[in-house]
C-alpha cells in the first residue's frame, strides 16, 4: 500500500515538473494606465494580454489563454480577430486619443485562414459564438451589413502581413449594440485570475457602468518571437477603456481615492502574472507627487510584485503657476467628424477631417453605406480648406446590391500639416417595404461611422514604427427614411374586425338557428296565481256542497 502511495506521489510530481517546464514560455502581464483629463474626469485604460507559443495553442493546451475563446478560433480557422463593444463618445475636448479606439456599439473584423473553404459559412458561425459567449446581439447581424475591405482593416498580424486576399477578411459594426453587466461579466472569466486578485480587482460594474465612456473588446493575432520569425506566438490582447468622474474618500486635502473612484481597493497581484503595473500620468498642475509610487519618466508607477498597497491617494496640487510635463506625441492629434444634410428622399454625408499636427500623415479613409441607400459616385469631393481639390492615391468604390449587400467607399490620401480635409457625397434613399422597418421605425437609421486608418507618418510606415496603426472613427449618423402609415393596416384591421362582428355574426346567427311556432310561457306569478285560484275555487265548491247536503235530506 505504502509503494502504490509513492509511486502516485511521484507521478503528480514529475505531472506537475512537466507542466511547468512545458508552459514556461506562457506570459501573462497585466496593467492599468490612468491619467487626468481634467480635475472632474480620470482616463483608464486596463490592459490584459497573454502570449502563447504557437505549438501550444495549436495543440490546445489551454493554461493562461482562454478555452472557449480558442476552441471558437480553432473551429472556425480564424487566424486574427479584434472585437469591441463601447458606449459612449470619445470627446475632441479630451485632448488625447484612446489607447483602444473604437466606435459606438459593437465592431467586429476577422481574417480566416487560407485553408478556409467557405467563408462566409465560418463568418456566421464566429458571430454566432462570439455573440454567446459575450451575451451581445451578434447574430442578428445580417449578410448585407458584412464587407470586405482593402486598405483600412489589414492583418496586424505578422504571420498573415504577406497576404492580400481580401476575400478571407469580413467586417461589420452594429451601431445599436449597447454594452452592460451581461457583456463584461463573460469577458473578466476569460482573465487568468479572474477578478479575485491583480488588477481585475479594481473592475468594478457598478462604477464603470456610470461612466462617462466605456470600451471593452480583446485582439488576437500572431506575433514572431524572433526577427527571422522562425517562431511565433499567438496573442491575446483583453482591453477596456472607462472615462469617469473623480472621487476622493472626504478629505477636503485628497483630490482622488483609488478606491472610491473605481468602488474597490486592489487585491495582491495575480500570481500567474509576469508583470503587474499600474502607471499614472504626472500631472503636477492637478496633484501633487504620491510618496508610495515611483517616478519613471512622464509616469508614476506602482508594482504589484514589488510593492502592494490597496489604495492609491493623490492630493490636490497648491502650486499656482501651470507647467505641463513634456512628452513626444505618438501620433499626431487627428480629428473626424461627419454630418448629414438630407431631404424627404436625397441627402448629402459631409465628413471634415481635421490634421492639427506639423507633420505629414498618409492615411485611408473608409465609409460604408447601408444597402437601402443609392449612393451617387459621381458627385463624391474632396477638398482642403481652401476649397482645391486634394490629390489622392486611390479611390476603391463598391456599389451595393438592394437588399444584399451595402456600397464602400475607400480613399487613399495624405493630410497635410495644419489642414482641414472635406468629404461629401450623394445619395439617394430607397424605400423599404413595411415588413424591413424595425419596430421603432420613426426613429430612423444608423450610417456607420467613418474610419480613418493612419498608414505613414512623414514617410514613414506604422509598420517599422513598431506601433499598431491607430484608427479614428466620427459619430455615427442618425438618417431618416420615408416611414409608411403603419396605423392604417390597424385602422383596417378594427374596421374590417367590427364589420365581421356586427355583420356576419348576426347573419351567421340566423342562418344556424331552426325557428318554429311556441305559444308564450306564462310567467312563474301568473303560474302561481291561477294555481291559488283554483285550489281557493275548489275549496269553496266543496264547502258549499257540505254546507247544503243537510237541507235536502230534512226535506
Given at each position: 500500500m505504502?509503494?502504490?502511495?509513492?509511486?502516485?506521489?511521484?507521478?503528480?510530481?514529475?505531472?506537475?515538473?512537466?507542466?511547468?517546464?512545458?508552459?514556461?514560455?506562457?506570459?501573462?502581464?497585466?496593467?492599468?494606465?490612468?491619467?487626468?483629463?481634467?480635475?472632474?474626469?480620470?482616463?483608464?485604460?486596463?490592459?490584459?494580454?497573454?502570449?502563447?507559443?504557437?505549438?501550444?495553442?495549436?495543440?490546445?493546451?489551454?493554461?493562461?489563454?482562454?478555452?472557449?475563446?480558442?476552441?471558437?478560433?480553432?473551429?472556425?480557422?480564424?487566424?486574427?480577430?479584434?472585437?469591441?463593444?463601447?458606449?459612449?463618445?470619445?470627446?475632441?475636448?479630451?485632448?488625447?486619443?484612446?489607447?483602444?479606439?473604437?466606435?459606438?456599439?459593437?465592431?467586429?473584423?476577422?481574417?480566416?485562414?487560407?485553408?478556409?473553404?467557405?467563408?462566409?459559412?465560418?463568418?456566421?458561425?464566429?458571430?454566432?459564438?462570439?455573440?454567446?459567449?459575450?451575451?451581445?446581439?451578434?447574430?442578428?447581424?445580417?449578410?448585407?451589413?458584412?464587407?470586405?475591405?482593402?486598405?483600412?482593416?489589414?492583418?496586424?498580424?505578422?504571420?498573415?502581413?504577406?497576404?492580400?486576399?481580401?476575400?478571407?477578411?469580413?467586417?461589420?459594426?452594429?451601431?445599436r449594440e449597447h454594452i452592460c453587466t451581461e457583456n463584461l461579466t463573460p469577458w473578466i472569466k476569460l482573465l487568468p485570475c479572474y477578478s479575485n486578485s491583480g488588477i481585475a480587482s479594481l473592475v468594478n460594474s457598478k462604477s464603470f457602468h456610470n461612466s462617462h465612456y466605456l470600451s471593452m473588446g480583446f485582439h488576437l493575432k500572431h506575433v514572431c518571437d524572433d526577427k527571422l520569425c522562425q517562431r511565433s506566438s499567438v496573442k491575446l490582447k483583453q482591453d477596456l477603456t472607462a472615462v469617469m468622474e473623480v472621487k476622493n474618500d472626504g478629505s477636503s486635502d485628497n483630490l482622488f481615492s483609488l478606491k472610491a473612484t473605481l468602488g474597490q481597493s486592489l487585491k495582491p497581484p495575480c500570481k500567474l502574472a509576469t508583470s503587474s503595473t499600474i502607471k499614472l500620468k504626472i500631472n503636477p498642475t492637478i496633484y501633487t507627487s504620491p510618496t508610495d509610487l515611483d517616478e519613471t519618466g512622464s509616469h508614476y508607477l506602482l508594482d504589484l510584485h514589488k510593492k502592494y498597497s490597496k489604495n492609491i491617494i493623490l492630493q490636490k496640487s497648491v502650486s499656482s503657476t501651470r507647467h505641463s510635463v513634456s512628452e513626444q506625441k505618438t501620433y499626431p492629434v487627428i480629428t473626424n467628424h461627419c454630418f448629414l444634410s438630407e431631404e424627404e428622399l436625397s441627402g448629402r454625408l459631409v465628413c471634415l477631417i481635421n490634421n492639427d499636427h506639423n507633420t505629414k500623415i498618409s492615411t485611408s479613409f473608409l465609409q460604408i453605406f447601408p444597402w437601402f441607400l443609392y449612393v451617387r459616385f459621381h458627385s463624391l469631393k474632396i477638398k482642403d480648406h481652401n476649397g482645391s481639390d486634394v490629390s489622392i492615391k486611390m479611390i476603391d468604390f463598391v456599389p451595393g446590391k438592394f437588399r444584399k449587400t451595402s456600397s464602400v467607399l475607400e480613399v487613399l490620401l495624405t493630410l497635410m500639416p495644419h489642414s482641414t480635409t472635406t468629404f461629401s457625397v450623394e445619395f439617394k434613399k430607397g424605400f423599404l417595404k413595411w415588413t424591413e422597418h424595425p419596430p421603432d421605425a420613426n426613429h430612423g437609421f444608423y450610417i456607420s461611422p467613418s474610419v480613418i486608418t493612419i498608414n505613414e507618418i512623414n514617410g514613414v510606415a506604422v509598420d517599422k514604427m513598431d506601433q499598431e496603426r491607430l484608427k479614428i472613427f466620427s459619430e455615427a449618423q442618425l438618417l431618416s427614411i420615408p416611414v409608411p402609415d403603419f396605423s392604417m393596416p390597424y385602422n383596417v384591421i378594427c374596421f374590417v374586425s367590427t364589420v365581421l362582428a356586427i355583420g356576419f355574426g348576426q347573419l351567421f346567427y340566423l342562418s344556424s338557428k331552426k325557428f318554429k311556432y311556441t305559444t308564450n310561457p306564462k310567467r312563474p306569478i301568473f303560474v302561481l296565481y291561477e294555481g291559488l285560484k283554483g285550489s281557493i275555487k275548489g275549496f269553496v265548491e266543496k264547502l258549499t256542497f257540505v254546507i247544503r247536503r243537510p237541507v235536502e235530506v230534512s226535506k
Open positions: 505504502d509503494l502504490i502511495a509513492f509511486s502516485k506521489l511521484v507521478f503528480v510530481v514529475l505531472l506537475a515538473f512537466f507542466n511547468t517546464c512545458h508552459c514556461s514560455n506562457e506570459e501573462f502581464h497585466e496593467s492599468a494606465d490612468m491619467e487626468f483629463l481634467d480635475e472632474k474626469l480620470l482616463y483608464n485604460y486596463f490592459n490584459f494580454t497573454v502570449i502563447v507559443p504557437h505549438d501550444h495553442f495549436k495543440q490546445q493546451h489551454y493554461r493562461l489563454f482562454p478555452r472557449p475563446l480558442g476552441q471558437i478560433m480553432k473551429k472556425y480557422h480564424v487566424s486574427e480577430v479584434h472585437f469591441s463593444i463601447t458606449r459612449g463618445i470619445w470627446r475632441k475636448n479630451w485632448a488625447r486619443q484612446p489607447d483602444s479606439p473604437a466606435p459606438v456599439g459593437a465592431q467586429i473584423w476577422a481574417w480566416f485562414q487560407e485553408n478556409t473553404v467557405d467563408v462566409d459559412r465560418n463568418w456566421k458561425g464566429l458571430l454566432s459564438s462570439l455573440s454567446a459567449l459575450f451575451c451581445a446581439s451578434l447574430d442578428q447581424i445580417s449578410c448585407d451589413m458584412t464587407v470586405r475591405t482593402k486598405y483600412s482593416f489589414p492583418p496586424e498580424g505578422v504571420i498573415q502581413s504577406s497576404r492580400k486576399d481580401i476575400s478571407l477578411m469580413r467586417y461589420t459594426s452594429l451601431v
